[in-house]
């Protein structure tokens, strides 16, 4: 997604939100448990629509001669001892 379109995206759906949010919150009580609800509605279906996979990096081992965290394979990068 290019960044113009990414702004976009946050403008047709941001200013709706906000009016909306507006005008819940100035109709008192109900208005006030209606936003609430709507928010914590939102920010259930975000965790359980989200993306739940982190990025991971290259595996990762402990030197066995220095203790050192080196990438798995190789050398150590700090003693040069073989793993």
């Not at 008192?28 to 975000?46: D, K, R, S, T, Y």
């Not at 066995?64 to 150590?76: E, F, K, M, N, V």
Request: with cysteine.
């Amino acid at each position: 997604m290019t960044r113009e379109s990414e702004l976009m995206l946050y403008a047709l759906l941001g200013i709706p939100v906000v009016v909306l949010a507006f005008f819940l919150l100035t109709m008192g009580p109900i208005g006030w448990f209606l936003a609430a609800f709507l928010g914590i509605a939102v920010l259930g279906a975000a965790s359980v629509f989200g993306e739940d996979e982190e990025p991971t990096g290259p595996e990762r081992v402990n030197c066995p001669q220095c203790g050192s965290r080196t990438a798995a394979g190789g050398a150590c990068d700090y003693c040069g001892e073989a793993l």
